[in-house]
């Protein structure tokens, strides 16, 4: 059972990520509105958005994954509320100086900061430094995160059971059985800890060239393949984070049994940890001195890492919804949608990582068309499912059924949400190129689709302000409360 | 049937084994240098020039104007038509605003100036500013100054040689070297360079660069596994590491 202090750095962490999450909105609404025309502002600007906007996204929807798988652990073992605190004064602090370094600094090498370009410096002479420093306090921040939560998994159960490898065959009667939650945060956490490393190891390089006055050079296809282990890595590993809590919670606000771990959950969650580390193989398509063959892993591993897990997931979503009466609440709506909009932007994922149509696609607006999708309409949903269902739990109220208002609200996000990502899709579609501030005139309906997706998004920002009230107002409560209230587990 | 089998053998022992008969032949490698790097940003020998115009030194025209300067021979049978016809097209085609000369210089000791204005009227070049045909006296230290090595062959009369551009910015300096015939963006790029605009590049494995990916051997054309790629298995070695250690240790609570 969680403490009143970690529902008090829970809350901290769910407030701070949506105040986060509103401003980067915002920011991503101006670059669109810039490539339609509707503003002017300059492409140092734009860059500068670009990649705080890129850097803040990928970090807060990680970091609410890791806050909310860290929060239900607490349900099965024992947690550490220091090392939650920690991880959440450096995520502040590398934040602040990102944000600085994007702002003040000037630096906008794009949230995938590929080498050589922190060295090209077009921008303040301290950026390039501070850069390195603000992802080096996150990462430090997280991987003492990270091994903490595997330690504390590990505490209880032995390394086979945290991977469900005793379910691995067709009996039911096991001595342990592993709960799918802690089976999919074990194997989503394990990525996020390799790709931690990852950083780590490509921070080691950067540090290396930028002291070495020029005696140390890196390696432009080992950087490449470093950046890219981290950030596909990363990014997919929060999703499964999401996923993780959806298992976790969803049969239990819509007032179903809890989800069994079956042979085929263990199989397919575990072929995702392995798959899901070769796939990023597939963000060098374009770079012809890698391999034909480490093309063709980053192909089928992408194929490989997404089909198990979306298979095992639908089939138990789908047998858990079919045929039986659900408490439809504002929570489990938002799982739901959230799992639709994975599942369309892994569609598009998977589309994009077949090497004859990375082809045509490969820096088109396709490539940020499908990782919004399973973000904005995906990751964001999953997280949103915790943060009301947490916020129910901290101010002692019951999730019940949608409320018209929560269905208007819901309304515009979806159309909001998926208006948006249309826009990206069909550009992508049309070969309209992808990081560019504005657009030449030959693409004569880049900027007219620039501008309808910053609209769709800014209903969708609408939406998301409309929820984040409730939400936020609930999270206080546990700031004054000093007794823990009677709905908590 | 075994006449056959004779005749058969002993034309391929001889076919296979001729090169045993001469010298070793020479491998590209010897007798051509193909490296664009070599030589680039260091400063040009100063060597004197015999024009129509009257004699020089390199530097006189340096000064004026960044140079284009391509080597040829008058008597040449290969590639120098080819490469000169293509450089003039190019050039007429990219209608370039930026100030350069084009620098035609010999490097057969046979050739006169004559010889050289024959071969600027052959392109009806004689009376265009830009181009300038010379001569040299110190052919031997301008092709030690960029690394150009022709080779005479006796067999053919001719000189066995590659297609060679010369960027030299104002400084005398050679900002950039394009081997071979090469099409209009290598040259854009090549008088871009010497007018000292920024030209976009892309760092090349250096000696500096331990952990590389892959090697590449010229030799043989094939990439090999290298260092690198080590480097990429660690996170997942540290990781594996870490869990067997941390999975050793016996859990309380089963």
Known sequence: MPTLSFKRITSAWIITILVLFVLAISFGITMRFNQGRDIDISPVTFYSLMTVHGLTMIGIWAVAGMAAVNYLLARYVKVSTSLNVFAFVLTVVGVVILWVVGFIGKFHAGWTF???????????????????????????????????????????YTLGQSFAWQHFTKKHDV???????????????????????????????????????????????????????????????????????????????SGRPKFKTTWYVAVGWNCTMVFVLTAFFHHLYMDFVQPYGFQLVGQFASYFASIPSAAVTIVSVIVLIYGNKIKWSLTNILFFLGLVGWI???????????????????????????????????????????????????????????????????????????????????????????????????????????????????????????????????CLKVFSSSQPSPLSH | MFKSIFFFTTLTSLTLSTPLFGQTLPTAGDIYNFSEESKVYTKMIDIPLNTMEGNFHLSDLYAQKPIIMALVFTRCTGICSPFLLQLHDHLRSLDNKRKF??????????????????????????????????????????????????????????????????????????????????????????????????????????????????????????????????????????????????GSRKPKLN
């Open chain 1, 114 to 156: 590929l080498y050589p370009l922190p060295f090209r410096v077009a921008w303040e002479e301290w950026a390039t430094l501070w850069f390195l420093i603000g992802l080096t306090v996150l990462g430090v921040g997280w991987l003492v995160w990270s091994v903490g939560m595997i330690m504390q998994i590990l505490k209880k």
């Open chain 1, 175 to 253: 001595a342990v059985e592993t709960p799918p939650f802690i089976l999919i945060t074990m194997v989503s956490i394990i990525g996020i800890l390799i790709s931690l490393i990852t950083a780590v190891i490509l921070l080691v390089l950067f540090y290396a060239e930028y002291f070495s006055n020029g005696t140390f050079t890196n390696d432009p296809l080992l950087m490449k393949n470093l950046t890219y282990f981290f950030g596909h890595t990363i990014a997919n590993e929060a999703l499964y984070l999401g996923l993780a809590t959806l298992y976790e919670l969803l049969p239990e606000v």
């Open chain 1, 344 to 474: 369309i932007g892994g569609v598009g994922a998977l589309i994009d990582a077949t090497i004859s149509n990375n082809i045509i696609l490969h820096n088109t607006l396709w490539v940020p068309a499908h990782f919004h999708t399973y973000n904005v309409m995906g990751n964001v949903l999953f997280s949103l499912a915790f943060f009301v269902w947490a916020a129910n739990q901290f101010a002692g109220t019951d999730s019940k059924n949608i409320s018209k208002a929560q269905l208007v609200k819901l309304s515009i996000l979806v159309i909001g949400g998926f208006g948006f990502v249309l826009m990206f899709y069909i550009a992508g579609a049309y070969s309209v190129p992808r990081r560019y501030a504005l657009y030449p005139e030959e693409f004569t309906s880049a900027a007219i689709l620039a501008s309808a997706g910053a609209w769709f998004a800014l209903a969708y920002l609408i939406a998301i302000l409309l929820l984040l009230g409730n939400i936020v107002s609930k």
């Open chain 2, 101 to 246: 000369s084009v620098l035609v210089v010999s490097f057969d000791p046979k050739d006169s100036l004559s010889e050289m204005q024959s071969l600027a009227a052959r392109f009806q070049l004689q009376n265009n500013k830009q181009w300038i045909f010379a001569t040299t006296p110190q052919i031997d230290s301008l092709k030690t100054a960029i690394d150009f090595y022709p080779t005479w062959d006796s067999t053919t009369a001719q000189f066995d040689h590659e297609a060679l551009l010369v960027g030299i910015n104002e400084n005398g300096y050679i900002g950039k070297k394009l081997l071979g015939m090469r099409d209009e963006r290598a040259l854009l790029s090549l008088i871009k360079e010497i007018n000292n605009e920024f030209v976009f590049s892309y760092p090349l494995p250096a000696k500096n660069t331990i952990f590389s990916c892959f090697t590449y051997d010229p030799a043989t054309g094939k990439k090999k596994p290298s260092l690198g790629l080590l480097i990429l298995l660690l996170p997942a070695i540290i990781t594996l590491s870490l869990l067997l250690w941390l």
